[in-house]
């Protein structure tokens, strides 16, 4: 999304660079996700469609399918049962991927149904204030905090469901990457999120950033398990054809006018 969103001290210079880039009829902008490119052309006085639309390219392999010993595995040296409902998440301990919220979703979630158990790896500076929210609101036995990890789709692969509770977002990887290995996703109608899932069938989109919407949400997928075992098929399918490598690469040369990837092997 448009760098002003994140008050960067350099946002207005910005601004007017791309401004004056976009008069030179030879350059050609880009965005990720569709709500970037018209937050970006609000932002820097565009016209509508100005900015065009590439989606990310997935690398198969980046969020690798492990075996379900690997999952029993790690669940267990985590403290985590075999059978229990996981609710998860991989971030940057950062405001803008608003972890107090994520953590007041998983109260609510907690309030809801005491069984299940909620898994966060990642790292960052909010990591202590996390530690604090968590024993403040009694969630001390539910809450594995995990760290960091380089095998995202096993830490996906032991999640029932992953839970994003971002502030701004441009097109999320991590909804990508959990799809990728057949896990259903929550997040917030920010950015790009809409673009990046399927609306009830490989995730849902929460209408407000809330403990209470975005616990409904997830709440209603960890109750529907026939639907959970559909994303496993649903979720690495809508990722190959949306996000498949190939067709962001010859997007991108067709965007420019260049010969196609295929065309020119």
């Given at each position: ?211 209470r919407r975005l616990a409904r949400a997830v709440v209603e997928i960890l109750k529907d398990e026939p639907g959970r075992r559909r994303v496993l098929t649903a979720g690495p399918d809508f990722v190959a054809d949306r996000f498949d490598l190939d067709r962001m690469v010859e997007a991108t040369l067709r965007f420019y006018g260049w010969a196609s990837y295929g065309e020119s092997q």
């Open positions: 999304m448009a760098i002003v969103r994140r008050a960067h001290t350099a946002s207005e210079p910005m601004r007017r660079a791309y401004e004056a880039l976009a008069t030179n009829p030879s350059i050609k902008i880009l965005n990720n996700s569709k709500a970037g490119a018209r937050d970006n052309e609000a932002w820097i006085g565009l016209p509508s469609d100005s900015i065009g639309l590439v989606y990310n390219g997935f690398v198969p392999g980046s969020a690798r399918l492990p075996d379900q010993a690997e999952v029993i595995d790690l669940r267990r040296r985590l403290g985590l049962k075999d059978t229990e409902l996981v609710v998860g998440t991989v971030m940057r301990f950062v405001k803008e991927k608003d972890p107090d919220l994520w953590i007041d979703t998983a109260a609510a979630i907690y309030a809801e149904l005491p069984c299940v158990r909620f898994l966060i790896f990642g790292y960052g500076p909010l990591e202590s204030a996390m530690i604090e929210r968590i024993k403040r609101l009694g969630l001390r036995d539910q809450v594995v905090m995990a760290g960091a990890t380089t095998d995202v789709g096993l830490a996906f692969s032991a999640m029932d469901v992953v839970l994003m509770t971002s502030a701004i977002e441009g097109l999320p990887n991590v909804m990508i990457e959990a799809q990728a290995v057949g896990r259903p996703v929550v997040a917030p109608d920010v950015g790009g999120t809409r673009e990046a899932l399927v609306e009830g069938v490989t995730g849902r989109i929460a209408s407000r950033r809330s403990p």
